[in-house]
């Protein structure tokens, strides 16, 4: 029976996922913007209001843990990627000032604005038992994250990756996530420590032995075993199960210290050699797989999650004042960055659009922060439309301020402010 009901389930999601992709798609927006929207159709607010009896038996709690791991497994081999792009994204290097300023302010506007209001959700948002302190900074957190991979489809698209505020709002996105995820670990750390802060110590100890680990002997033994068995980039299937061991332990061990499994499958991917081919051809291994068929699984499972009562009397306020408050919030903080670091009005304007994209990478860490505990249904449901309706605005916004078809491409202007 539960082998039924998890292949009816999957059926069902990855069905409706597709068709909200494709209008998504078909109206301008990333496809990815309309399978987050699925996981909003197929929970309790759209599917649960429409079709009561049929949703409760189709996602009874009992048949969930089956889906559940397919897609936590979907989660870690997606930011295994994702930290394979940011380690192999070169530009960063290339214009650290640039992307630092940009990279900072669109962090610390959205984050001071989101611990600014914090005050006034924690008394009915937060969770039973949640301190104030970890609940604000992670408000903050969740609103300074940008969705490298959304932008970077977008610039890509639109034939712009290649243009200064392009690449200037790539390699800042690169900085904020590395800043945030480290930020995000910090703060799931002490709300999941049961003894207070020697407990939030003791998985600081840990995380710091794994990342030396990591770097001391995963980071030399793969650089050797790629240079070495794959030297065009193109792992084995010995090599690549090697990679799938060490990417997996890393994983189970950031389980295993109370953090996610994606802050593992993440730092995994960062510890890997800088090479394009490499990236290439895991992306080209995983990505079918992982985006296709298991992330609609997260997005499903992040819908079901979801609360209707978000969507009526004084919820609405809530979620409008966190709406604004993330929306200019990075639009000003990128825009601010650029300028400082010499850019034109247009630019600067055109990146403070791409980093309001939050996409994919803000479902994740409102998942990973409902998962531990540090919001509650009806938060992480506004917190959902959030990352929706902000991804959504950048095409628009990048429509408005760069247009559909780039001009020549223009240095950055020194000595402006």
Not at 9 to 17: G, H, R, S
Not at 99 to 111: C, E, H, K, Q
Not at 207 to 226: G, I, M
Request: aromatic residues 8%; contains cysteine.
């Amino acid at each position: 029976m539960n082998a039924t009901a998890l292949l009816l389930q999957l059926i069902v999601i990855l069905a409706t996922a597709r068709v909200c992709g494709w209008v998504l798609r078909h109206l301008g927006q990333p496809a990815v913007v309309g399978e987050m929207a699925a996981g909003l159709v197929l929970g309790p607010v759209v599917m649960g209001q429409l079709f009561p009896e049929w949703h409760a038996q189709l996602f009874a709690r009992s048949t969930l843990a089956g889906l559940s791991s397919l897609a936590t497994f979907g989660l870690v081999l997606f930011m295994f990627v994702i930290g394979l792009e940011l380690r192999a994204h070169r530009s960063v290097k290339q214009q650290v000032q640039a992307a630092g300023a940009v990279g900072l302010l669109s962090m610390v506007a959205p984050f001071g604005l989101g611990a600014a209001i914090s005050p006034a959700l924690y008394p009915a948002l937060a969770p039973a038992g949640v301190a104030f302190w970890p609940f604000a900074l992670f408000i903050g957190v969740a609103l300074s994250i940008t969705a490298f991979p959304v932008m970077a489809r977008i610039l890509k698209d639109r034939g712009l990756t290649h243009t200064p505020f392009g690449q200037l709002s790539l390699s800042a996105a690169a900085v904020v996530d590395a800043f945030a995820w480290v930020l995000l670990a910090l703060v799931v750390a002490l709300a999941g420590a049961g003894d207070g802060y020697a407990g939030f110590a003791k998985i600081s100890i840990g995380v710091a032995l794994l990342v030396a680990f990591v770097y001391l002997v995963f980071k030399p033994f793969f650089a050797w075993l790629l240079r070495t068995h794959a030297p065009d980039g193109e792992p084995s299937p010995t090599v690549l199960a090697a990679l799938m061991l060490g990417l997996l332990g890393c994983a189970l061990l950031t389980e295993w210290l109370h953090l996610h499994a994606v802050f593992g499958a993440f730092l995994f991917g960062t510890c890997l050699p800088r090479d394009d081919r490499l990236l290439e051809s895991m992306a080209q291994k995983i990505e079918p797989i992982s985006i296709v068929v298991l992330m609609p699984l997260f997005f499903a499972l992040a819908g079901l999650g979801t609360s209707a009562s978000a969507f009526s009397g004084a919820s609405l306020g809530a979620m409008a004042l966190i709406l604004v408050v993330a929306a200019v919030g990075k639009i000003a903080g990128g825009a601010a960055g650029a300028r400082v670091a010499g850019y034109g009005w247009r630019d600067s304007l055109a990146t403070g659009a791409l980093m309001n994209a939050r996409g994919l990478m803000e479902l994740i860490v409102i998942k990973v922060g409902f998962d531990a505990g540090l919001i509650g249904p009806e938060l992480f449901t506004m917190l959902l439309v959030m990352a929706l309706v902000t991804t959504a605005m950048t095409g628009p916004l990048m429509t408005l301020v760069a247009g559909r078809v780039p001009g020549p491409a223009r240095s950055p202007e020194p000595g402006r402010p």
